[in-house]
């Protein structure tokens, strides 16, 4: 049987959600403050997988302005009950101290392109909720419960209460099912059930270096729930040295032939600080149903990087370099921050891609900042800018991005007197007080007239930016900077508190509120194979 390397989904693909309707499966995964909301993945044989559709598409869905850094849309779970697909998120308002405000829907559709329904609201006495389908045709709905009252443990269990899609709302009791294990920080429930027992899978151990996923059953939906005999089915919290780390949330699939599969997500660290610039990622793991009806991973509880799947992956793509020009639109690579107003911030009218300034690079309300996902360790990026910034308080550019609190911003503005200038912005590790710093070199002028070309180079830890005027070549500009501050570990609150990971796109500022535009022609991004990348030699993708 062909061999999958890990992860399936490369770069911010957290939390996935696996489904298959016949001879198709679909993941979904998190988004957070990035919108459109909720990333969906088909493929044909768990090898290869495509974008098609981000669902969260309207206001009426959710609006995310104001939705702090890592909040936003969390944990969505997708399923199917023989007619209609459904899909269960969070929009997470806060998460910093001992309150939550998570709110939790339901949409749904006939096809997974849509049309997707307008919410339905369903609680918010906590997050990561999920849909289970029971063969007699109800539904059931879950989450993990939040008490702000039990601090260090305020996650109580799993809720399960009974959904009605008649009359769009839960009815009858809710029940704390399931309290969890020892390891504590119980979330990311599924259902499902097989030869008259009821499983739920759980993440367990919080996002960090400690996840896992913890599986227990019941004969009984309500309960009391047995521990899986290793407790753990998937982690890497024991394995410190595994090329998969912070594996946890997960979900199961069956192929049509019998066979068994756990999708989880992963975090790959580079250098000796850990730092997972990719973000959490999705990996898959073959599973197998012992002679005691309970689930194992094939190798064990910890992930493999290679995996047995019915298909083989075509790795052509992931190493293309994507010339991204905008006569058709803007590419279905690209998301933005937070707005279900898009034309507030951009528009491809005319072919170019023209951001509209709004607020500063950071703002959790309405920014001009479209980005895509870093997918590999090491790239080359490029954008050609046209900008005419009347003062200091305007400035675009290219940017390298994780949160308000991450970020390297090469940027065009001017000075008071109007003259064009060229700078850098950095915000590093600055949790909690965001310091803005201007790493230098000092500002140097460029002139009014023309377009800038604006590039950055990252090898591994190493980030470096490039500038030319028309007609010139590419030369270096400012500092080489640590390319791993745009990650978890060094995002507000660090590894426990930051969810998403790292983008590479364009941004405009203008903070004068008069909407300045600036013009970017075509972005590039270049996968590149260094020696200094841990999981993406090239001996290792020639094999």
Same mark, same amino acid.
């Given at each position: !049987? ?5 992860p399936i989904l490369?770069g ?16 979904a995964t998190s ?7 909720v990333?969906?993945? +088909?493929?044909?044989?768990l ?12 206001k ?5 302005r ?5 909040c ?6 997708l399923? +199917?009950?023989?007619?209609t ?7 997470v308002?806060?998460?910093?101290g001992?309150?939550k ?5 339901? *949409? ?35 989450n993990? !419960? ?10 109580t269990?799993i ?7 008649k009359?769009?709302?839960? *009815?009858g ?7 969890g ?8 429930p599924? !259902? ?15 996002t960090?270096y400690?996840?896992a996923c913890?599986?227990?059953?019941s004969r ?10 290793q407790? +753990?089915?998937?982690?890497? %919290?024991?394995?410190?040295?595994? $090329?998969?780390q912070r $594996? ?19 975090? @790959? ?7 997972c610039?990719?973000?959490?990622e999705?990996?898959i ?6 002679d005691?009806?309970?689930l194992?991973? %094939?190798?064990?509880p910890?992930?493999s990087?290679?995996?047995?799947v ?7 793509d992931?190493?293309?370099?994507? %010339?991204y020009?905008?006569?058709?639109g803007l590419h ?6 937070r707005?279900?107003?898009p034309?507030?911030?951009f ?14 690079i ?9 980005a895509?996902r870093?997918?590999?360790?090491s ?25 308000r ?8 503005t ?5 003259? @064009?200038?060229l700078?850098?912005m950095?915000?590093?590790a ?10 230098g ?6 002139p009014?007239?023309g %377009?800038?070309?604006?590039a *950055?180079?990252?090898r591994?830890?190493?980030?470096q930016f ?5 007609g ?5 500009f ?17 590894v426990?508190g ?13 903070c ?11 972005i ?6 260094h020696?200094s990348?841990r999981?993406?030699?090239r @001996?290792?993708?020639?094999?």
């Amino acid at each position: !049987m062909p061999q999958v390397r890990n992860p399936i989904l490369p770069g911010f693909n957290p939390d996935p959600s696996i489904l298959r309707v016949g001879e198709d499966y679909y993941i979904a995964t998190s988004t957070f403050e990035w919108w459109p909301g909720v990333q969906i993945y +088909h493929s044909k044989d768990l090898a290869n997988w495509e974008l098609i559709v981000r669902p969260l598409t309207r206001k009426s869905q959710a609006d995310l302005r104001g939705d702090p850094d890592s909040c936003g849309i969390w944990a969505p779970c997708l399923t +199917h009950d023989g007619d209609t697909f459904w899909l269960v998120y969070t929009d997470v308002k806060r998460k910093d101290g001992s309150f939550k405000d998570t709110h939790n829907y339901i *949409v749904h559709a006939p096809a997974i392109e849509g049309p997707w329904s307008d919410p339905v609201y369903a609680n918010s006495s906590g997050f990561d909720p999920s849909l289970f389908h029971d063969e007699d045709g109800r539904k059931w709905f879950s989450n993990m !419960m939040w008490d702000h009252r039990r601090r260090p443990h305020l996650f109580t269990g799993i809720g399960l209460q009974e959904f009605d899609p008649k009359a769009g709302k839960l *009815v009858g009791p809710r029940k704390n099912i399931f309290p969890g294990s020892d390891l504590a920080f119980v979330e990311g429930p599924h !259902m499902y059930k097989r030869n008259g027992w009821y499983y739920l899978l759980t993440a367990e151990g919080g996002t960090g270096y400690g996840h896992a996923c913890t599986l227990a059953r019941s004969r009984d939906l309500w309960g009391p729930y047995e521990l899986h005999p290793q407790k +753990h089915i998937i982690s890497s %919290k024991d394995a410190p040295l595994a $090329a998969l780390q912070r $594996a946890g949330h997960g979900d199961i699939v069956d192929t049509p032939d019998g066979k068994t599969y756990i999708v989880h997500l992963t975090g @790959r660290p580079v250098g000796q600080k850990r730092r997972c610039v990719l973000g959490r990622e999705t990996a898959i793991q073959e599973a197998y149903w012992g002679d005691d009806d309970w689930l194992y991973v %094939k190798d064990g509880p910890v992930p493999s990087l290679y995996v047995d799947v019915p298909g083989t992956r075509d790795d052509t793509d992931y190493w293309s370099e994507k %010339k991204y020009t905008f006569e058709n639109g803007l590419h279905k690579d690209f998301q933005w921050l937070r707005t279900p107003e898009p034309e507030r911030i951009f528009s491809t009218e005319g072919g170019a891609l023209t951001l509209f300034g709004r607020e500063s690079i950071g703002s959790w309300f309405e920014q001009a900042l479209v980005a895509r996902r870093q997918t590999h360790f090491s790239f080359d990026a490029e954008t050609t800018i046209s900008y005419s910034p009347d003062d200091e308080r305007q400035f675009a550019g290219l940017t390298v991005y994780y949160c308000r609190y991450n970020f390297f911003y090469l940027a065009v503005t001017a000075h008071a007197d109007g003259q @064009r200038e060229l700078f850098i912005m950095s915000s590093e590790a600055s949790w909690p007080l965001g310091k803005l710093e201007i790493p230098g070199p000092p500002a140097i002028q460029i002139p009014n007239d023309g %377009k800038v070309r604006l590039a *950055v180079t990252v090898r591994g830890q190493a980030l470096q930016f490039w500038y030319a005027l028309e007609g010139k070549e590419l030369e270096k500009f400012g500092p080489v900077f640590d390319a791993t501050i745009v990650s978890d570990e060094c995002g507000g609150h660090q590894v426990d508190g930051s969810f998403t990971g790292s983008f590479v796109g364009v941004a405009a500022s203008d903070c004068n509120g008069t909407a300045k535009s600036a013009a970017f022609d075509y972005i590039t991004y270049r996968p590149v194979e260094h020696e200094s990348d841990r999981y993406e030699p090239r @001996r290792e993708r020639l094999d």
